[in-house]
């Protein structure tokens, strides 16, 4: 979890719900250069399409994110395999737009954990086992 100070509820809230004792907490990020600094060590930054993930992109650290709305080929770096994705390729998506036009919001209601892990899964392979 990369977190800052001000969203520590959320982090206690969350850290609740986990269910195993393999929980990688890094300590709060207060600024942009320490969020740079921090996602410039890690093996792989995991997320949402975000500026925390294009801020690992921008130190060399592989990304997989979960893409709802956005485009994932405008937002990754073209050709590099270490940036990966997943969505649920819907009809729909990308809409480009931060609301629902069709207000079901499918793209992130049908999208499962299984999905995301699955794929993750697969571009882990990709990427580190060549």
Do not use: N
Request: proline content about 11%; glycine content about 10%.
């Amino acid at each position: 979890f990369i977190w800052t100070p001000d969203k520590k509820g959320m982090l206690d809230l969350a850290l609740a719900a986990v269910k195993t004792e393999k929980v990688s907490l890094a300590p709060p990020t207060e600024t942009l250069h320490h969020l740079g600094a921090l996602l410039g060590l890690v093996d792989l930054f995991f997320g949402v399409d975000s500026g925390p993930r294009h801020i690992a992109i921008s130190q060399g650290t592989p990304t997989f994110a979960i893409f709802t709305h956005a485009p994932p080929a405008g937002w990754t770096p073209p050709g590099d395999p270490r940036h990966g994705h997943v969505s649920k390729g819907l009809p729909c998506q990308p809409c480009g737009k931060p609301r629902c036009p069709l207000g079901t919001y499918e793209c992130l209601k049908t999208l499962s954990v299984e999905e995301v892990y699955g794929s993750l899964r697969e571009f882990i392979k990709r990427v580190w086992e060549r």
